[in-house]
């Protein structure tokens, strides 16, 4: 019996060693995805007292995508740190069998059902719409090969999973290499490139388009700047040098936590956010009204957005700060674990939920906010039975075979069992 309660209620619990803040910055990314997908959806109907600056930040819910990035890769680069200090080498097979079981179970169910799933609509719909279709489902490869960053598939989020699977196989590989240097800092110091070459790449392209006259539109800058792993590798490089600097100066991050600094940064970090949200727009794509993005948004957002989560994450792992303790908040843990089904699943569910609760019609901005919660909510719930069929069997698997431990040990506590990553 307690075997079934915990198959079906752990995702409600925190685990041993978790850090607790984590939990809510994801949440609060989960939130932010809804209400940016909610607001491009709608805003096609139009939305009463058009506003330029609220359009902005609901456009730019989706620098939610730079926290998931940078937490990713604090998490993910914690854990291969630590088994560097540790055993001064990685056990690939041991990483890549938990990636492969905590990644790949709920992302190949999905792709695969919407796969079969379009087949069924498309068999009785106008030809118009049955040829759109069709299109549609013959990209799937690209989503089963996780090239959909470069190569639109079938899955239109599926850009930032192709993402991840490619830092997967970069991340453990050049870690491996960076440890011939047995300097840490100038382990540190070596890893800036994987910042700097796409920062340097975005400035470059962009300048050769605008010397030749091309107009930098959505579009463009979705294809080009925002979704291809090379232009994007830096959001998830940000988290993998902190946490380069988490595993071998310990001591210093407690230090710095204590200090005022920390929250002095971690403010400037949510006011840049402000800033980039209010004053910022990436445009609409195929929208009447889509505005150019401009040099900021095209070449510099990511790496700065992604720095101002960083300053708020790490904030956030000094459980006595009253921004530690309040994104440790038990409600945001479930939100937290129920996030990556949640990812896959909402735009399949947010069209369908929007046309029974709230119809295709002109909308305000207070109903954006109020069916935020309540559609992040319900795709929630469908999350979560998805979670029991498409990843918990697979995690407890994982389990088994690699051990259960957390992602990142909590600062200054002794690794104990909790959470894998």
Same mark, same amino acid.
């Given at each position: 019996?307690?075997?079934?309660?915990?198959?079906?209620?752990?995702?409600?619990?925190?685990?041993?060693?978790?850090?607790?803040?984590?939990?809510?910055?994801?949440?609060?990314?989960?939130?932010?995805?809804?209400?940016?997908?909610?607001?491009?959806?709608?805003?096609?109907?139009?939305?009463?007292?058009?506003?330029?600056?609220?359009?902005?930040?609901?456009?730019?819910?989706?620098?939610?995508?730079?926290?998931?990035?940078?937490?990713?890769?604090?998490?993910?680069?914690?854990?291969?740190?630590?088994?560097?200090?540790?055993?001064?080498?990685?056990?690939?097979?041991?990483?890549?069998?938990?990636?492969?079981?905590?990644?790949?179970?709920?992302?190949?169910?999905?792709?695969?059902?919407?796969?079969?799933?379009?087949?069924?609509?498309?068999?009785?719909?106008?030809?118009?719409?049955?040829?759109?279709?069709?299109?549609?489902?013959?990209?799937?490869?690209?989503?089963?090969?996780?090239?959909?960053?470069?190569?639109?598939?079938?899955?239109?989020?599926?850009?930032?999973?192709?993402?991840?699977?490619?830092?997967?196989?970069?991340?453990? %590989?050049?870690? *491996?290499?960076?440890?011939?240097?047995?300097?840490?800092?100038?382990? =540190?110091? #070596?890893? !800036?490139?994987? @910042? +700097?070459?796409?920062?340097?790449?975005?400035?470059?392209?962009?300048?050769?388009?605008?010397?030749?006259?091309?107009?930098?539109?959505?579009?463009?800058?979705?294809?080009?700047?925002?979704?291809?792993?090379?232009?994007?590798?830096?959001?998830?490089?940000?988290?993998?040098?902190?946490?380069?600097?988490?595993?071998?100066?310990?001591?210093?991050?407690?230090?710095?936590?204590?200090?005022?600094?920390?929250?002095?940064?971690?403010?400037?970090?949510?006011?840049?956010?402000?800033?980039?949200?209010?004053?910022?727009?990436?445009?609409?794509?195929?929208?009447?009204?889509?505005?150019?993005?401009?040099?900021?948004?095209?070449? %510099?957002?990511? *790496?700065?957005?992604?720095?101002?989560?960083?300053?708020?994450?790490? =904030?956030? #792992?000094? !459980?006595?700060? @009253? +921004?530690?303790?309040?994104?440790?908040?038990?409600?945001?843990?479930?939100?937290?674990?129920?996030?990556?089904?949640?990812?896959?699943?909402?735009?399949?569910?947010?069209?369908?939920?929007?046309?029974?609760?709230?119809?295709?019609?002109?909308?305000?901005?207070?109903?954006?906010?109020?069916?935020?919660?309540?559609?992040?909510?319900?795709?929630?719930?469908?999350?979560?039975?998805?979670?029991?069929?498409?990843?918990?069997?697979?995690?407890?698997?994982?389990?088994?075979?690699?051990?259960?431990?957390?992602?990142?040990?909590?600062?200054?506590?002794?690794?104990?069992?909790?959470?894998?990553?």
């Amino acid at each position: 019996m307690k075997g079934v309660l915990r198959y079906l209620f752990g995702v409600f619990q925190r685990q041993p060693g978790e850090i607790g803040g984590l939990n809510g910055i994801r949440s609060i990314a989960y939130f932010m995805l809804i209400y940016a997908h909610l607001f491009r959806a709608y805003r096609y109907f139009g939305i009463d007292g058009d506003n330029e600056w609220v359009n902005n930040f609901l456009n730019n819910g989706s620098l939610c995508m730079d926290a998931f990035f940078a937490l990713s890769g604090f998490l993910i680069g914690g854990q291969l740190f630590r088994e560097l200090k540790n055993r001064q080498t990685i056990s690939l097979r041991k990483f890549f069998t938990k990636r492969i079981l905590r990644i790949l179970p709920p992302y190949y169910i999905f792709i695969t059902w919407q796969y079969f799933m379009l087949g069924s609509i498309q068999n009785d719909a106008l030809p118009e719409i049955a040829e759109g279709m069709r299109a549609v489902r013959s990209r799937v490869i690209y989503d089963y090969l996780y090239l959909s960053d470069y190569i639109p598939g079938s899955m239109t989020h599926g850009w930032s999973l192709s993402i991840e699977e490619k830092f997967y196989l970069l991340l453990p %590989l050049a870690l *491996l290499l960076l440890n011939r240097v047995k300097h840490r800092v100038g382990r =540190l110091l #070596l890893l !800036s490139p994987f @910042l +700097l070459v796409p920062l340097l790449f975005r400035a470059y392209y962009y300048a050769y388009l605008t010397s030749q006259g091309t107009e930098i539109d959505t579009g463009i800058y979705l294809l080009d700047f925002y979704y291809p792993f090379h232009a994007r590798m830096d959001s998830l490089f940000v988290g993998v040098i902190f946490s380069a600097v988490y595993t071998y100066f310990p001591d210093s991050v407690i230090s710095y936590l204590k200090r005022p600094i920390s929250r002095y940064a971690a403010a400037i970090g949510f006011l840049g956010l402000m800033a980039i949200m209010l004053f910022t727009t990436e445009g609409y794509p195929d929208h009447p009204l889509n505005p150019q993005p401009a040099f900021f948004v095209a070449v %510099l957002r990511t *790496l700065v957005g992604s720095l101002c989560w960083l300053s708020i994450m790490v =904030l956030a #792992l000094n !459980s006595e700060s @009253l +921004l530690g303790k309040t994104l440790s908040l038990r409600i945001f843990v479930p939100v937290a674990k129920l996030s990556y089904c949640g990812y896959i699943i909402h735009l399949v569910l947010m069209g369908a939920l929007s046309q029974m609760l709230i119809g295709y019609r002109p909308i305000t901005y207070l109903e954006i906010f109020v069916w935020t919660f309540l559609l992040g909510t319900i795709i929630l719930g469908f999350a979560y039975l998805y979670y029991l069929v498409a990843e918990r069997p697979f995690l407890l698997l994982k389990e088994k075979l690699t051990g259960r431990r957390p992602a990142v040990d909590a600062l200054g506590e002794k690794p104990v069992s909790g959470a894998a990553a």
